[in-house]
C-alpha cells in the first residue's frame, strides 16, 4: 500500500475517532502521512475511499500491506505490533477499567452523536432536536464515567500515566466542550481531565485545530 514504509492515516480533524488515533500515533513517536478525508463533502462514500474502507468511516490506518479501519481496532493493532510506549497499563484491574471507559466512549456516546446520527435526527424530528439529544446522551455516559473513574484516576484517568482510556476520553470531552458547549459543572473529575490532557504534547498535536485539514478561515 505505501512503498515509503511509512504509517497512512486517513482521517478528518474533527472526528473523535481519528483524534483517538493520532493520540496513539504521537505516543507511540510515529511520524506518519496524513491523508485529509473531507467528511462534510461526503469524501468517505467515495469509491477510492470504500476500497480502504468499506463501511465508510474514518479513521483508516495503512502499515504496509495492512490496513485496518475502526479506532480501536487500530489503537489495539499499534499496541501489540510497536511496544514501546505501552498503551495499557501491566495491571489488569487498571486494564480492564481502561477498556470498560474507552468502551462507554466508543460504545455509548460516540455514536449517539456522529454526523450520520445527527443528520438523521434533524430531518425525521427537527434541528432543535440535535442539541437535547446529544446533551441526553453526553451527559448519561459522562455520568457513569465520572463513577467509573472516581476511585481510580490519578493525575489522569487511571493513574499518573496516559493509557488508553485518555486517548478515547480527551477527544470525546474536548468535542463535547468545543462542539456542543456541554456544560462540565456536573462532570467535575472529567472537568479536571481535560485540563490536564490540554497540557500534553501528545495531545496537542493531535488537536482538530492543528491538522492539516483544518479550514484555515
Known amino acids: 500500500m505505501t512503498s515509503s514504509g511509512q504509517l497512512q492515516l486517513y482521517s478528518y ?30 469524501e468517505q462514500k467515495s469509491p477510492e475511499f470504500l476500497k480502504v474502507n468499506p463501511i465508510g468511516y474514518v479513521p483508516a490506518l495503512v502499515d504496509g500491506d495492512i490496513v485496518i ?10 499496541e501489540e505490533k510497536y511496544p514501546q510506549r ?9 486494564r480492564a477499567i481502561n ?5 462507554i466512549v466508543s460504545a455509548s456516546i ?9 443528520k438523521y435526527i434533524e ?11 446529544v446533551e441526553k446522551h453526553i451527559g448519561k455516559g459522562f455520568a457513569a464515567l465520572e463513577k467509573l473513574l472516581k476511585n481510580h484516576a490519578g493525575k489522569y484517568a487511571t ?14 470531552i474536548h468535542g463535547a466542550i468545543k462542539r456542543f458547549n456541554l456544560d462540565m459543572t456536573p462532570y467535575p473529575l472529567l472537568a479536571r ?4 490532557y490540554m497540557q500534553l504534547p501528545a495531545i496537542q498535536d493531535a488537536l482538530p485545530e492543528n491538522q492539516p485539514d483544518y479550514p484555515k478561515t
Open 13 to 42: 480533524h474533527r472526528s473523535s475517532c481519528s483524534f483517538r488515533v493520532r493520540i496513539a500515533l504521537n505516543l507511540k513517536g510515529f511520524d506518519y502521512e496524513y491523508k485529509p478525508v473531507n467528511l462534510l463533502k461526503g
Open 69 to 78: 479501519a475502526d479506532s480501536f481496532a487500530i489503537i489495539m493493532y499499534l
Open 86 to 94: 505501552p498503551l495499557l497499563p501491566r495491571d489488569l484491574e487498571k
Open 99 to 103: 477498556y470498560q471507559a474507552a468502551n
Open 110 to 118: 460516540q455514536p449517539l452523536q456522529n454526523l450520520d446520527i445527527l
Open 123 to 133: 430531518e425525521k424530528v427537527g434541528p432543535d432536536a440535535k442539541i437535547p439529544w
Open 159 to 172: 493513574g499518573d500515566d496516559v493509557f488508553l482510556a485518555d486517548l478515547f476520553l480527551a477527544p470525546q
Open 193 to 196: 481531565l481535560h485540563e490536564a
